[in-house]
């Protein structure tokens, strides 16, 4: 399955090279917010049980920052948060989990029109990289953490006009990096994140 994804990598960026634009932008920032779907091995049915809401699924954002090196070639910083929250009672479940990436990134796609005489843009970006990830929650005052090195496959899609714009993001997390519950349930900072917020480059 990995190498599949590799190659699928490998081709769109073979069908999307060829010469930057003149006035390509060099750097960006994108303040996203999204869901993230945590990878999950027993965990939340152990939180369900107790009737306390899923941990699985968490919400957050991506904080963005990028400069261009090379003609649709990206280095690009990020750091990500997601937590969720679950109540019962007087009892109260949180699950946190970060994430600090350094990322490459190739401009697989970019276009501007003109339509009606209002100019606009469109691109599709491939993201890949490697940081440090964190996982941790608490339960009545009491808790679990842990921290390792982990990567991330993702790619965008963004539309905007002049040097703002929209875009949507995907991104999978793959880290060891996880905590047990008491009964032996473990949840990750690893899983699929979803976004969507605004760009700004110039």
Known sequence: MKKGIVLAVLGLLAVGAGPAAGDEERFSLELRGGGFNR???????????????????????????????????????????WTTVGSRRLSELSVENQALLAQVGFT??????????????????????AGLYTISDDLEGEGHRDRGPGGRLGGQLAVGWRGI???????????????????????????HEFGAGLRFQY
């Open 165 to 191: 714009g929209f875009a949507v993001s995907y991104g999978w997390h793959l880290t060891g990096v996880r905590i047990d519950d008491r009964v032996g349930g473990s949840i990750g900072a690893g899983g």
């Open 39 to 81: 990878d999950d091995a027993g965990y939340a049915d152990h939180a369900a049980v107790y009737g306390l809401s899923d941990p699985e699924l968490a919400g957050g954002g991506v904080v963005e920052g990028g400069v261009r090196v090379l003609p649709r070639l990206w280095l690009l910083g990020s750091w990500s948060g």
């Open 108 to 129: 697989a796609y970019r276009e501007e029109f003109d339509t009606n005489g209002v100019a606009w843009w469109l691109r599709a970006d491939l993201t890949a990289g």
